[in-house]
């Protein structure tokens, strides 16, 4: 990389996202982790919201991946079950910087996500049993009520709910953007490079890094 600035520094992405998230998390006001996660409907109609980014997992030479939860019945579970991809920007005001993401998903639905379901407060819990997530809902009420009824069954240690858990995007892209004087913002762009495998199958072949214009 050819950035004359530290904050590029780096040959893994995943570390700089990471660098780039823990400065965010002394500076952001609230939910320094917000992302904005894209995705596509049946038809092709692109649908965003805002989720929180649980972990960005580096396994060290440029490999990693971003993690979330979520409940798999709601639009962006079923949409993502669909397609296999999704995208999202992470941007800090504060800093004047942004990250953009583009990838595939595959679920995380074994230890890592009773884990990370266990480490949530009581009430979210059982919150993720009583919300038929996405659904219509014909009253506040009504999910409060929904909410007490999973509380009286499950008690104080719910497990975790079959239909939620955990969704890693394993990026194909990574930009990161930095607010620059007079609009001449930093761009630098990471697309995963392809070849192929002893058995003719595609496996990544690490990255190519390049200067955007703004």
Same mark, same amino acid.
């Given at each position: ?11 893994? !992405? ?19 982790? #917000? ?50 991809? #999704? ?42 049993? #009583?919300?038929?997530?996405?659904? !219509? ?8 009520? #929904? ?68």
């Amino acid at each position: 990389m050819s950035a004359q600035d530290d904050r590029f520094d780096g040959e893994d !992405p995943f570390v700089i996202a990471r660098s780039w998230l823990a400065e965010a998390e002394a500076s952001e006001p609230n939910d320094a982790n #917000a992302i904005a996660l894209a995705t596509v409907d049946a038809e092709g109609m692109p649908d965003v919201r805002m989720v929180l980014l649980k972990d960005i997992e580096s396994y060290g030479d440029g490999q990693g991946a971003f993690v979330f939860y979520t409940n798999y019945d709601s639009a962006k579970g079923r949409q993502i079950a669909a397609t296999g991809k #999704a995208a999202f920007v992470m941007h800090w005001k504060s800093l004047r910087r942004q990250i953009r993401v583009r990838g595939t998903v595959t679920r995380e639905d074994g230890p890592q996500a009773d884990a990370y379901y266990a480490s949530r407060a009581l009430q979210s819990r059982i919150g993720a049993w #009583a919300s038929a997530q996405s659904q !219509p809902l014909s009253s506040r009420g009504a999910l409060m009520l #929904a909410v007490a009824r999973q509380g009286a069954k499950w008690g104080a240690n719910p497990p975790r709910p079959p239909f939620w858990g955990g969704f890693r995007i394993d990026p194909v892209q990574i930009e990161f953007w930095s607010d620059g004087a007079f609009r001449l913002h930093d761009r630098f762009q990471w697309v995963r490079e392809a070849a192929s495998g002893e058995d003719g199958r595609v496996v990544s072949a690490g990255w190519k890094v390049q200067r955007l214009s703004p």
